[in-house]
């Protein structure tokens, strides 16, 4: 009986020890925004919201300006928050457009409603270390 027990302790702590090591290594399960940070190791700009509005218009053409002006510093993921649902509702996302700021190591840093300036993202960005 004793050997037993044994044995399903040690069964206990292997497969404890495996599920512990796949939730250390994986940060979110199914949140792609954040491996997207962490795996390249770069800020990620999300931008929730819809082609056609004025407001999101006007965020995706200061955002093509930071793409430009940054290169491949930094990630800009527009996200359609009808198509993508599961990520609007992560993130409680209730208005359009949405900013969804996260640094290298996964942290979402600031969420902001309404469109940014170019200014205000270049500040946000120069917080988070991006020169």
């Given at each position: 009986?004793?050997?037993?027990?044994?044995c399903l302790q040690a069964v206990?702590?292997?497969?404890?020890?495996?599920?512990?090591?796949?939730?250390?290594?994986?940060?979110?399960?199914?949140?792609?925004?954040?491996?997207?940070?962490?795996?390249?190791?770069?800020?990620?700009?999300?931008?929730?919201?819809?082609?056609?509005?004025?407001?999101?218009?006007?965020?995706?053409?200061?955002?093509?300006?930071?793409?430009?002006?940054?290169?491949?510093?930094?990630?800009?993921?527009?996200?359609?928050?009808?198509?993508?649902?599961?990520?609007?509702?992560r993130y409680e996302v209730e208005?359009?457009?949405?900013?969804?700021?996260?640094?290298?190591?996964?942290?979402?840093?600031?969420?902001?409603?309404?469109?940014?300036?170019?200014?205000?993202?270049?500040?946000?960005?120069?917080?988070?270390?991006?020169?």
């Amino acid at each position: 009986m004793r050997k037993t027990a044994q044995c399903l302790q040690a069964v206990v702590l292997f497969f404890g020890f495996f599920a512990a090591l796949h939730v250390w290594a994986s940060p979110v399960p199914g949140d792609e925004l954040i491996s997207l940070a962490i795996s390249s190791r770069k800020p990620v700009i999300a931008d929730f919201g819809l082609g056609f509005c004025r407001q999101c218009k006007t965020q995706a053409a200061t955002l093509k300006e930071i793409r430009e002006t940054y290169g491949d510093k930094v990630i800009v993921r527009m996200v359609n928050v009808v198509k993508e649902t599961d990520l609007r509702k992560r993130y409680e996302v209730e208005w359009i457009p949405t900013l969804v700021f996260i640094d290298p190591k996964g942290k979402v840093v600031l969420k902001k409603v309404g469109p940014l300036g170019l200014e205000e993202i270049r500040g946000q960005l120069s917080r988070m270390g991006v020169e």
